[in-house]
């Protein structure tokens, strides 16, 4: 599982946690609005006033736990965000010139249900296809697609050939892979 979700599991917990102490205590303490930086004020207030030792180290040690978790959630997060964007561009050139196919285009949009990627359906003997490639977004290829047009990706080639009324042309596939 992914550690930013435990941490942000646990974190959610371990505030819950010091609500219900503070309210069997007395204390009103937030549940969602700002309970993350004022639960921990007031428990650290009633660990001030708790006269068993045992109680008050639990309670010094819930208040700590909050910000060390916090921190780091923050970098756990950020870590995995920054990764996120970063693609082996050298697999994603195998993925790519393995890849074929070629057709009439018959239906060109944004599939909402896949965060508006860019889509063509195309058509050829063989039936109706689907494609949703990264490098059609690129270098304003989509742009220059329009239902009607023909397409053509042959396997081992990083060229893609679109054929219109008004003639050939290649859409840019410039892939960044240094072996």
């Known amino acids: ?19 219900l102490i503070l309210k069997n205590n007395g204390e009103k303490g937030n549940l969602f609005n700002g309970a993350i ?21 639990t309670y010094f040690l819930l208040v700590f736990a909050v910000p060390v978790l916090t921190i780091l959630f923050g970098f756990t ?3 995995q965000i920054s990764e996120f964007g970063k693609r082996d561009e050298c697999k994603y ?3 790519f010139a393995n890849r074929e196919w070629n057709g009439k285009i018959i239906e060109k949009y944004l599939d909402k249900e896949n965060h508006a990627y860019p889509t063509l359906k195309i058509k050829n003997e063989n039936g109706i ?11 304003n290829n989509f742009e220059l697609i329009k239902t009607g047009d023909s ?6 080639e990083l ?12 859409l840019k596939t410039k892939i960044n892979c240094e072996k």
């Open 37 to 57: 930086f004022n639960n921990p004020i007031k428990l650290f207030q009633l660990a001030n006033r708790t006269e068993n030792k045992g109680i008050k180290f």
């Open 129 to 139: 296809y689907i494609i949703q490639d990264g490098i059609l977004s690129e270098f």
């Open 159 to 170: 060229i893609i050939h679109l054929y219109k009324a008004s003639g050939k042309s290649e």
């Open 93 to 95: 050139e195998e993925y």
């Open 1 to 19: 599982m992914n550690p930013a979700v435990i941490l942000a599991i646990v974190l959610n917990g371990l505030i819950f946690i010091i609500y």
């Open 151 to 156: 397409i053509s990706k042959m396997k081992g």
């Open 77 to 79: 997060a950020f870590n």
